[in-house]
């Protein structure tokens, strides 16, 4: 069964730090891999998806991810830290079922920036 | 695009009393999901229509939830005899492919 491990439950950095948001994931069948964020009393964001395509995503706000398969790992950074941020980040694996994609949703990881 | 809404934002009910939740999805959106998020977790899969028809359903969803979409369109969700573990943020998400749009959630606090 596909299963999404969010690394760090609370990350904290510095304004124009580097953000680094640790994902790994379990899948048996090539995985279709996605980072949302979610503001305080509001829905999910897609910042970005990793679809078989290109390994090195890049998303909005600057964020981009990485998929290794070696490591499986899917791991969020952005180079320099925003007040903006600071928000919750979830890792999500898709699974396929009767030609949907349901999502499959890590614990998430809040992001905290320090002036 | 007006993207996903969900309606009402908030709700607090007393425990044993029924809810109900709507979702209106992007309009051309065939697809449409329902997912529960508790306190400092990530949500979780409730349910899911592929037009009219609900095609699964989670073990997450007693027999307390029922969830329709008649028309293809919007969806509700229902919770009967509500208890104070159904309080969480009910996110309701369509899509045409794989990628799905959010809603901004219906708030439940059961006292």
């Known amino acids: 069964a596909q299963s999404v491990t969010q690394l760090g439950s609370h990350v904290s950095v510095s304004e124009g730090a580097l953000v680094l948001l640790r994902c790994n994931y379990s899948?048996?069948?090539?995985?279709?891999l996605f980072w949302y964020v979610q503001y305080p009393n509001q829905g999910l964001q897609l910042l970005l998806k990793?679809?078989?395509?290109?390994?090195l995503v890049k998303g909005i706000n600057g964020f981009e991810a990485e998929f290794k398969k070696s490591e499986t790992s899917f791991h969020l950074t952005k180079p320099s830290a925003h007040m903006s941020d600071a928000a919750e980040y979830f890792c999500?694996?898709?699974?396929?079922?009767?030609?949907?994609?349901?999502?499959?949703f890590g614990q998430g990881t809040r992001l905290t920036i320090n002036p | 695009d007006t993207g996903v809404s969900q309606d009402p934002r908030h709700k607090i009910t007393k425990r044993g009393q029924n809810v109900t939740f709507r979702c209106d999805p992007i309009?051309?959106?065939?697809?449409l999901y329902w997912y529960r998020q508790t306190l400092g977790q990530g949500p979780e899969f409730l349910t899911y229509?592929?037009?009219?028809?609900?095609?699964?359903k989670s073990r997450l969803l007693s027999d307390r939830f029922s969830a329709e979409r008649p028309k293809g369109s919007f969806s509700t969700l229902e919770i009967q005899r509500t208890e104070q573990g159904d309080s969480a943020m009910y996110l309701c998400?369509?899509?045409?492919?794989?990628?799905?749009?959010f809603g901004p959630g219906t708030r439940l606090l059961v006292l």
């Open positions: 998400a369509s899509s045409l492919k794989e990628t799905g749009s």
């Open positions: 899948s048996s069948v090539p995985p279709y």
């Open positions: 990793y679809t078989s395509a290109a390994t």
């Open positions: 999500a694996v898709s699974v396929g079922f009767q030609g949907a994609q349901k999502l499959v």
């Open positions: 309009s051309e959106h065939n697809r």
């Open positions: 229509f592929q037009n009219e028809a609900q095609l699964e």
